[in-house]
């Protein structure tokens, strides 16, 4: 069975900092570039950040870049999210998902299409306080 968990979400004052873990299980975590996305209430689901499988280049959204580091341990099958000086607006479920392997190269190039992924964790709450 194909899992994706995330932990480490909660509730940080602004300025704090925060790291996410997502492990994954059932499949081959190595062949997968895996993505971080966020979703705040009545908001879309956008793309924070992506690791590739080969060379774990990294890649970030604008709102996010400085603040969160995104990182990978294949040993144990663990993606992480470090987020620091959180800020009010970075308040939402935080998921992790595995990009599709079909055509990933061209996926990459679009890795905050949500739709480009195939397996999805649950999601954890990360919640930023003023």
């Known amino acids: 069975e194909v899992q994706l968990v995330e932990s480490g979400g909660g509730l940080v004052q602004a300025g704090g900092s925060l790291r996410l873990s997502c492990v994954a299980s059932?499949?081959?975590?190595?062949?997968?570039?895996i993505g971080w996305f966020r979703q705040a209430p009545g908001e879309e689901r956008e793309g924070v950040a992506c690791?590739?499988?080969?060379?774990?280049?990294?890649y970030y959204a604008d709102s996010v870049k400085g603040r969160f580091t995104i990182s990978r341990n294949s040993a144990k099958n663990t993606v992480y999210l470090q987020m620091n000086s959180l800020q009010p607006e970075d308040t939402a479920v935080y998921f992790c998902?595995?990009?599709?392997?079909?055509?990933?190269?061209?996926?990459?190039?679009?890795?905050?299409?949500?739709?480009?992924?195939?397996?999805w964790g649950q999601g954890t709450q990360v919640t930023v306080s003023s």
């Open positions: 998902a595995a990009l599709d392997l079909y055509d990933q190269d061209e996926k990459l190039r679009h890795w905050v299409d949500e739709n480009g992924y195939k397996y």
């Open positions: 059932g499949f081959v975590f190595d062949d997968y570039a």
């Open positions: 690791i590739e499988d080969t060379d774990d280049r990294t």
